[in-house]
């Protein structure tokens, strides 16, 4: 839903409603909305520009593997200074996912 909303596929455009949707996403950690969100975060696109939240995002993202999001990590962090940076990794190292985990249902027995 946030890369409809960001993009305005079927739905109007509207980058805050997108930031959402990947917020919800990023929150079930998901790579791929964590990486949307940084880059949102990094370009001030439906949220103020903040490069400690896009470098937490990119950081997550990074994490699981996505290597586009840490090749983004590692630009940004040549844009930053050193505290900011220690302080996107100490937010990324204390993240916490906040969604319902998906959890596959048993199959029906009759």
């Known amino acids: 839903m946030g890369a ?4 305005g596929q079927g739905v109007p455009k509207d980058n805050g ?9 990023a ?5 791929e909305a964590q990486y949307d969100l940084g880059v949102m975060y990094s370009i001030g696109q439906g949220v103020p520009k903040d490069y400690v939240q896009a470098y ?3 950081d ?3 994490e699981q ?5 840490q090749n983004y990590r590692d630009e940004l ?9 220690a302080e996107a ?7 916490k996912p906040k969604g319902i985990g998906y959890i596959s249902p048993k199959p029906f027995s009759r």
Do not use: C, H, I
Request: proline residues 2%.
């Open 77 to 85: 962090a040549k844009m930053m200074n050193p505290a900011q940076v």
């Open 56 to 58: 937490m995002w990119f």
């Open 27 to 31: 929150d079930q950690e998901l790579a």
């Open 4 to 7: 409809m909303y960001s993009m």
């Open 60 to 62: 997550l993202a990074g």
């Open 17 to 25: 409603e997108a930031v959402k949707w990947f917020l919800k996403a």
């Open 65 to 69: 593997g996505y290597l586009e999001a």
């Open 89 to 95: 990794k100490r937010l990324a190292k204390e993240w």
